[in-house]
């Protein structure tokens, strides 16, 4: 297996370009809608609920929303949008006959799906405080674990994109995978509410440990086990981004 | 002379498919080397493998004196690649699309912007350098595409099919800027079908089918070789053809049955055709090209 090098930055810029170019057709988009569910779930659905965990319900929500709109950034920009560089517009062909590698090429298009879940979470974060629903210094760190987890969402997509026949394909993506976890993560609702076998299984998608996190982060219930939890991320990240290394490898070199 | 390339053994298998056969070649450091073949001949596919996109199933390659496998990276740095394929950046414009480029093999800014406004200036494109790639006419495609191929100096420029879809104008701007880095000793491969492309630009010739280098030479000597001086062509009737066929054979002279005519090489001069002048039959000598070179080695079917 071949690892990536320094220059996977040059594809990164490559994508930083064409987003600073381009960023007004998608990006407003993109932060509209989870203000939109914070909103709307948060005031309104929120007005039934009452109190999760003590917490008002707009407050439970604001770090889930967070997290899974990071992940919807990571999971476009590394399905979509790297199937349409490497699908139709041929662009990863011309760049691998540049010094660049493979491996170069798709560590950039990780990094830059990061990249992007870096941006929405720290702007959906941003919006949040101004709701004043963030109480903890320790919310600073959040950034970092959106980056993080978009390593593992941008991963897991440009995984996936390496396996699919045709664009159509990322439906079930969308349906299959990326929707339950919005469900079933503990963005909207505690993962106490599902018996016991739900559980434990939701601990084994990878939004369940990011949620978690980013909840402790911005509430400041921060204590040692969090590094479990942080750990169990990392791991995800550096097997998801190995494995789209080998298996994107495979499909562009033949 | 130097081997700027060289290939040994050099096999390509798709599955099924055997696209190069055990092509062994030594390009020259500063030659201009045409690939002719028909399309699905491996020409593509050899390519690929010389300019470290595509790992050969078997056999070596050596540019500059070091294995491409182990120097990949630093082959690289070196050439510059023109696709048949257009994949210009849709995302970025005309200037971003060369200095996205330029980027990519490590050109600090203020140099590549020098680089830019040459190329652009040199290839016509001056106006069009805030463009986005949809507003540009096929033709400026392509001329962007030998840009962006270099923009990086290279040593060694591979051309896939560059004039494809040029017109006149710009086809011979393209064959003046060839001729330039001709000047300048950069090796060119060139990919053409372009009969009259890879005579007038190339000092050696390969011809490839079916994955094998069936003729290499320059071009005239391919010519001499292969067809003689002139082609005698005979227009022939269905029920005259046997006949002539048979008079052919029975002279023992090189012809080829191509169907409504036939043509007749290695001659030379009429009296050699006899009796098959005159006759009612339409006779004409013309001078012999690379295409008639092409098709004897080649064939006339389509086979894809």
């Known amino acids: 297996m071949k690892l990536f090098s320094w220059r996977c930055i040059r594809m990164w810029q490559r994508n930083k370009d064409v987003f600073v170019r381009l960023w007004h057709s998608e990006a407003p988009g993109a932060i509209a809608e989870p203000i939109l569910i914070l909103v709307a779930m948060g005031l309104g659905l929120g007005a039934y609920v009452g109190l999760v965990d003590g917490q008002p319900y707009i407050e439970f929500i604001a770090p889930g929303i967070i997290a899974s709109y990071a992940m919807f950034s990571a999971s476009f920009e590394c399905t979509y949008g790297t199937f349409f560089r490497m699908e139709y517009q041929k662009t990863f062909d011309a760049i691998i006959a540049t010094p660049l590698s493979v491996e170069d090429v798709i560590a950039g298009e990780v990094f830059w799906g990061a990249t992007r879940s870096m941006l929405t979470g720290t702007v959906i974060l941003a919006i949040a405080a101004a709701f004043q629903l963030v109480h903890s210094p320790w919310a600073a760190l959040i950034p970092l674990v959106c980056f993080l987890q978009g390593v593992v969402f941008a991963s897991i997509g440009v995984f996936y994109t390496s396996l699919v026949p045709a664009v159509y394909t990322f439906n079930y993506y969308f349906t299959l995978f990326i929707t339950p976890m919005f469900f079933f993560s503990g963005v909207f609702f505690p993962l106490s509410s599902f018996p016991q076998i739900v559980q434990t299984l939701s601990w084994i998608i990878p939004l369940t440990p990011v949620v978690h996190l980013t909840r402790s982060l911005v509430s400041g219930n921060v204590h040692l086990g969090l590094l479990w939890v942080f750990g169990l991320v990392l791991l995800f990240a550096a097997a998801f981004f190995l494995l789209s290394l080998v298996t994107m490898r495979r499909r562009l070199v033949v | ?304």
């Open chain 2, 1 to 304: 002379m130097v081997a700027v390339i060289k290939t040994k053994d050099l096999s390509k298998r798709f599955k099924t498919v055997l696209a190069v056969d055990r092509v062994s070649l030594e390009i020259e450091e500063g030659e201009c080397f045409g690939l002719l073949g028909p399309n699905g001949a491996g020409k593509t596919s050899l390519i690929r493998m010389v300019t470290a996109v595509s790992p050969p199933t078997e056999g070596e390659i050596w540019v500059q004196g070091r294995s491409l496998e182990q120097c990949a990276r630093e082959t690289k740095a070196v050439m510059g690649v023109v696709p048949q394929l257009d994949n210009l950046d849709p995302d970025l414009t005309v200037l971003q699309n060369l200095m996205t480029f330029a980027r990519y093999f490590n050109i600090p800014k203020k140099v590549a912007r020098q680089r830019c406004s040459d190329l652009l200036a040199l290839l016509k494109l001056e106006d069009k350098r805030d463009s986005a790639i949809r507003e540009l006419s096929g033709g400026m495609r392509r001329r962007l595409l030998i840009a962006r191929g270099l923009i990086n100096n290279p040593r060694i420029v591979i051309l896939d099919e560059p004039t494809i879809g040029l017109d006149p104008q710009a086809r011979h701007l393209v064959w003046h800027k060839l001729t330039e880095l001709d000047a300048q000793g950069v090796t060119r491969i060139l990919c053409t079908h372009n009969m009259d492309e890879a005579a007038t630009l190339c000092d050696r010739v390969a011809i490839m089918y079916e994955g094998r280098i069936l003729g290499l030479d320059s071009p005239a000597a391919l010519v001499a070789r292969h067809v003689g001086r002139e082609v005698w062509e005979i227009q022939v009737d269905p029920e005259d053809r046997d006949r002539v066929l048979a008079w052919l054979e029975s002279r023992c002279l090189d012809f080829e049955d191509a169907g409504t005519h036939v043509y007749v090489f290695h001659l030379d001069s009429e009296h050699a055709l006899g009796e098959l002048v005159g006759d009612g039959r339409r006779v004409r000598q013309r001078p012999a090209t690379l295409e008639d070179v092409f098709f004897r080695l080649t064939g006339r079917l389509l086979v894809e």
